[in-house]
């Protein structure tokens, strides 16, 4: 579903950008944006078939967690899992990075 | 058609215009007519907007709504039904149900005498706000109501999908591992409340309820949690205080 969203919105800037064939998609995907990147894979081909993205190259760039303490505010690149602040060593950080899903760029002709 | 020439490096006057309403730039590529436009766009952005209309749409309304999740078989729908029985009568609630297939959830929720709108997201995974914005339509819920809006089992994509609810409520159970909030620590950390159902089981299975908070807490420090068992009542009063608090909040606007 999140690949339809991307290709959707790909589709629609190609199309203003008079682009008639899309042959690769950066997208960004942070570590916890809750997204597989092998299911999107998985997924991808599945949902260009038989629009001017068929056969386009996903390319997938991983954004990694960077997190505050709410705290001492002492910001840390957490472990995969939301772990105590290391400078004061209190529960409570909040995720400054690493939620997003954003399409950075794609080619096309 | 292309906005810009490769050649000469000339941007057309139109297609300046062009690239200034998108806020985006096109650039020649090594290759070819190939080019490169960056877009920089949220792919979430389009939920974001539908759920945050959706929010304006229930505080003018007064109404308080939660969405619910959990993994399969929590018990939310068992919560649901034990809910609205004693307390349906006090305030009124409609109830939105998520699942793949069936009506089975709706009518068990139409059976405590609350209107209900099922929706099936069919391979989906998740309920989206404009689905949540449709059923809403449908229901129309009165001033002052409670929206219970029960997600499709699962812990990780509805983490996602904001739908304009005032609260997050994940229901926990006994009987599955009392390492849930640190396996998926992006559901737990946005939890309002989280409601451990099943408690009655407590002494027939390995779970371990403080190391459950601990483990919780380590996530979302801020979030209450609630020992219950929706089958036998236990714990129920907290849970009921706790939704005519917010409901309080609702009807305020705070």
Known sequence: MLSQSIVDLVLERARAEGIRTVTRVVVAVG??????AE????????????????????????????????????EFEPAP????????????????????????????? | MRDSDPTSGVVHPHAEAHVQ?????????????????????????????????????????????????????????????????????????VVIEGDQQTDNDARRIAACGVPVVQINTGTMCHLEAQMVADACRRLDPPRGATVAIENVGNLVCPAMFDLGEAAR????????????????????????????????????????????EANLHDVNPDAPVMRISAIRGDGLPAWYGWLADRRAVAAIGA
């Open chain 1, 81 to 109: 899992v939301l772990a105590p602040c290391p400078a004061c060593g209190r529960a409570g950080v909040e995720l400054v990075r690493g939620r997003e899903l954003r399409v950075t760029s794609f080619d096309g002709e």
């Open chain 2, 169 to 212: 409520v994940v229901v926990a159970s006994v009987t599955e591992g009392d390492d849930k909030p640190v396996k998926y620590p992006y559901m737990f950390e946005t939890a309002d409340i989280v409601v451990l159902n099943k408690c009655d089981l407590l002494p027939y299975v390995p779970f371990d309820a403080e190391r459950f």
């Open chain 1, 31 to 36: 570590t916890a944006a809750g997204v597989d």
């Open chain 2, 21 to 93: 309403a998108d806020r985006g730039q096109s650039h020649p590529g090594p290759v070819g007519g190939v080019r490169t436009v960056r877009v920089e766009a949220d792919v979430l952005a389009k939920n974001d907007r539908i759920a945050a209309a959706n929010r304006e749409w229930f505080a003018r309304g007064e109404l308080l709504v939660l969405n619910l999740v959990s993994s399969p078989g929590a018990g939310k729908t068992t919560l649901l039904e034990r809910t609205l029985r004693d307390v349906a009568g006090a305030w009124p609630w």
């Open chain 1, 39 to 74: 299911a999107l894979r998985f997924c991808w081909d599945v949902v260009v078939e038989e629009t001017p993205a068929r056969g386009a190259e996903l390319v997938i760039a991983a954004v990694p967690l960077q997190a505050r303490c709410r705290s001492c505010r002492h």
